[in-house]
């Protein structure tokens, strides 16, 4: 990652479900020069000194959830506080969507016992707290459960393969608490919602769409 600027650039968190379009949509954005895209890393949770803790987590949840999202907050704490060079930030996902979505969920299906809950929340507010994880905007990918897990079979992750319909339904109504009904009591940036229920491929003028908005904020 390049660093230079001492000020937090205009960051942009790209969001929605597993299969949703997240890393085809940012690509787009790549070469960009005043943008800086930072993809998620999902490459590191599965090597960790040789230790695949995304597959680990899948395979048992009881068992490694906490390790998993531990991980997932220690990396994108990484990104967000990076500092880059271009004048914009954009980010395959965020610690808020971490904690609002995934955390909250292990926790809900009483797959996280409260006491881990409790320590990475807690770490959650700390890092809220003594850093500057702001975003400017959030772009939510808005799909349909039924066509990102076709899409999730489609692409064939091998750690997926028990993820479920009903899971994805489950992150889908996390996603929409946090980003369209608003329950979720935290500062909140502006929200553009996409519908990415067709191919992104397809989705060129929407692409234009967000980089006009984009670049009028940043004026
Ligand atoms: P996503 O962050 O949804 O990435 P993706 O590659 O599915 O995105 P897209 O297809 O839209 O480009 O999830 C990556 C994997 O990590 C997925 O199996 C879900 C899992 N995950 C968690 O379990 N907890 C988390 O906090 C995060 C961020 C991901």
């Known amino acids: 990652m390049s660093c230079n600027s001492a000020r937090r650039p205009f960051t942009v968190f790209v969001e929605g479900n597993i299969g949703s379009g997240k890393s085809t949509f940012l690509s787009y954005f790549n070469d960009f020069a005043d943008i800086f895209v930072a993809l998620e890393p999902v490459h590191l949770w599965q090597d960790v000194n040789g230790h695949n803790i995304l597959e680990l987590m899948y395979e048992t949840p009881l068992l490694w959830s ?27 996902r965020s610690l808020q969507s971490g904690r609002h979505v995934f955390i909250e969920n292990l926790y809900r299906q009483n797959v996280m016992a409260s006491a881990e809950y409790t320590v990475l929340t807690s770490f959650y507010e700390s890092m ?40 994805l339904k489950q992150i889908h109504q996390l996603h929409e608490d946090w980003l369209v009904r608003k329950t979720v009591v935290e500062n909140l940036p502006p929200v553009l919602i996409l519908d990415a229920n067709s191919s992104l491929a397809t989705m060129e003028k929407e692409f234009k769409k967000c980089e006009n908005i984009i670049y009028s904020r940043l004026n």
């Open 66 to 92: 906490f390790a998993f999202q531990s991980l997932v907050q220690k990396t994108m704490l990484d990104i967000h506080t990076a500092k880059c060079s271009q004048p914009v930030k954009m980010m395959e």
């Open 128 to 167: 809220l707290k003594n850093f500057d994880v702001n975003g400017d905007l959030i772009i939510y990918l808005r799909s349909d459960p039924e066509v990102v897990y076709n899409r999730m079979r489609e692409r064939g992750r091998t750690e997926e393969n028990q993820v479920s319909l009903e899971y």
